[in-house]
């Protein structure tokens, strides 16, 4: 039997999935860690880095490094869209020549598809690496109201990074399968998945292994970056030197660290009831750093996010509405994504439901693993599990005065179709054009654009002799297909939507020779040397992460006690980091273990003299 593998493509991390003796487990990165955090960059000589070697470099060059840019998949390029991402993100968007939307790394301008293909590629080797053979068969996830666009590009992602999409399955869907088939759950749940960049909250009935989507709902633009973003403007407020706060505001690289000690305050905060703040915020060297001391704590944190949880409450209002449920008719609630780790929502969610929420598989794992329960039923077709989902977000065209006609509405059971009879506007009229769109708006401009149906080639009668029979049809992941008969000429036509924001075959094709390329010269190497690489770099990535912890401290100890000497040991320390995260990064073997052994010593020397 081939291998088969679910992959989490998430806005924040990824993950890959496979299962084993009818068991789903998680398959390590091949640096050791269990998530691929979606991160991608291109060094300035040109050079490719993903997952935590991207990360290392969005500290230095944020520019550099593409993060969520899942929120832009399959979208179309607008001067809007652009200005909105320049707000949040240090890169920056440019058209592509079909519309889409690009992110241009160190000069070059790479399509989002091209973006969640190399981390699809970087999962597709640590499952090689795993089963120590080729995979190409997987089940990939999506948010449930992703649009037909949107997973069209996904599986343009895919189809670069030479994988065969057995079926897009909806994340909260392929959590639920994870939690339903590992503990034999029936009876309705409640999915509430809150990630880095996105929110989706889906209701399922689940029976004996049937798999039933009442109603879905969410926010694709809100998430943990949100609660990051509250404590960003918090922590602004402690600047209060007003120039040294301009140049804090206006330096990419010191608002992106910012992020970061923010986003890690927020995890310290969820674990103890205190987060220490402690750095020096470097917006250009030649002034000197900004230190930045703060104590954030629990109910401080709470107070300030409460309307970001208070909003997330309502959008589950809304979930079991559609699906007509109140609170008490849920039996289960099933928490997924990083974010429920936050104390505060799990509370409140529990509070809601009056039953404490179900946090038997991990979070950051629950949509991978069924994914790969998925794939694993879709290979071997024993048919156990049985995925019945719904229409992610309503199909319609537009009609007179820019209203829209739906077509098949939200949360509609796939498969599906509906058929809408159409005349030409006047009599004679041999061409008529109907703009598809997709979203819940009454006004049409308000939906994303999915494209126009042109009918041409109509013979030249009176009007009412053209009934044109538009039929929608969705599969059952929710792929749209439109076809037209012709009742005066008996023709049935199926007509492509034109506005699909995808690369198109040259272009796909030769992306797709890039990534093979790629992959094949990431496996050429020996594996066992390989392995060993990775296990050096593992151990050198811990090093570094206590050496930061140490450096902090010293700043802090410099700072309260005035202390130069141990202010000159944290900046010969930041020094000392700064190498070894180029080894990290670029070294060969040798390399890394030799500087792991000194930066061990150093560490060790250093708190020997710390706690002596
Ligand atoms: P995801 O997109 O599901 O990977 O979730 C990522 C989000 O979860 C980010 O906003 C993280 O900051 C957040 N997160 C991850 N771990 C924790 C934690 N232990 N406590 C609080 N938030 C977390």
Not at 244 to 268: F, G, N, P
């Amino acid at each position: 039997m081939p291998p088969s593998i679910g992959i989490d493509l998430g806005t924040t991390n990824c993950a890959v999935a496979t299962v084993v003796k009818g068991q789903p487990r998680l398959i390590e990165r091949a640096t050791g860690q269990r998530l691929l955090p979606s991160l991608v960059g291109i060094r300035e000589d040109g050079a490719r880095v993903v997952g935590e070697e991207a990360r290392l470099l969005m500290e230095t060059m944020p520019e550099a490094v593409a993060h969520a840019t899942k929120r832009f998949i399959g979208q179309r390029w607008t001067p809007e869209l652009a200005a909105r991402a320049r707000l949040l993100y240090p890169y920056q968007l440019v058209a592509g020549p079909h519309d889409d939307v690009r992110v241009k790394l160190a000069g070059q301008a790479l399509p989002i598809s091209q973006i969640s293909a190399m981390l699809l590629s970087e999962l597709r080797l640590d499952a090689e690496e795993f089963f120590d053979r080729e995979v190409t068969q997987a089940v990939i996830t999506v948010p449930a109201n992703f649009t037909d666009a949107q997973r069209a590009a996904t599986r343009e992602a895919a189809e670069i990074a030479g994988l065969k999409v057995l079926r897009l399955v909806n994340e909260p869907t392929a959590a639920a399968m994870a939690f339903g088939l590992a503990h034999g759950f029936s009876g309705n749940a409640l999915v509430f998945d809150l990630g880095g960049g996105t929110f989706d909250v889906s209701v399922l009935r689940i029976d004996k292994g049937v798999f039933e989507v009442l109603a879905t709902a969410g926010d694709p633009y809100f998430g943990g970056d949100d609660f990051d973003n509250v404590l960003v403007q918090w922590l602004l407020g402690h600047v209060t030197d007003e120039p040294s706060r301009e140049r804090l505001t206006k330096d990419r690289a010191a608002v992106q660290q910012l992020k970061l000690v923010a986003e890690h305050a927020k995890c310290e905060v969820s674990q103890a009831m205190f987060a220490r703040i402690s750095t020096v915020l470097m917006p250009d060297s030649k002034q000197g750093g900004i230190p930045l001391e703060s104590m954030l704590t629990r109910t401080f944190f709470e107070n300030l996010v409460r309307p970001k949880t208070e909003y997330a409450l309502k959008i589950v209002e809304q979930a079991l509405n559609e699906a007509n449920l109140d609170q008490s008719q849920v039996d289960s609630v099933l928490l997924v994504g990083g974010m429920t780790r936050v104390p505060l929502l799990r509370q409140l969610v529990a509070a809601h439901f009056r039953k404490e929420p179900d946090v038997r598989v991990d979070p950051d794992e629950a949509v991978a693993l069924g994914a790969a329960i998925h794939a694993a039923e879709l290979v071997e077709k024993g048919g156990k599990t049985l995925l019945l989902d719904v229409v992610g977000s309503t199909l319609g065209v537009q009609v007179a005065g820019g209203l829209v006609k739906p077509l098949i509405s939200r949360n509609t059971m796939l498969p599906c179709s509906s058929t809408e009879i159409f005349y030409p506007g006047r009599d004679g009229q041999t061409v008529v054009r109907v703009p598809v769109v997709q979203g819940e708006s009454a006004r049409a401009v308000e939906n994303v654009r999915l494209g126009e149906l042109a009918l041409e080639d109509l013979a030249e009668t009176l009007r009412r002799e053209h009934e044109l029979h538009v039929t929608f049809s969705l599969d059952t992941e929710g792929q749209l297909a439109v076809s037209v008969t012709d009742q005066h000429s008996g023709q049935v036509k199926a007509v492509t939507i034109d506005q699909r924001t995808n690369l198109g075959g040259a272009e796909t094709t030769a992306l797709a020779q890039r990534e093979t390329a790629h992959r094949k010269a990431q496996q050429s190497a020996d594996p066992a040397e390989r392995r060993a690489t990775r296990h050096a770099r593992r151990a050198l990535h811990g090093v570094l992460v206590s050496l930061r912890r140490l450096q902090r401290e010293l700043f802090h100890v410099a700072k309260e006690a005035d202390q130069a000497e141990a202010k000159a040991v944290a900046v010969t320390l930041a020094e000392a980091i700064k190498a070894g995260d180029e080894v990290e990064r670029t070294g060969s073997r040798e390399e890394i273990e030799k500087v792991t052994t000194r930066l061990v010593l150093a560490l060790q020397h250093l708190s020997g003299s710390q706690t002596g």
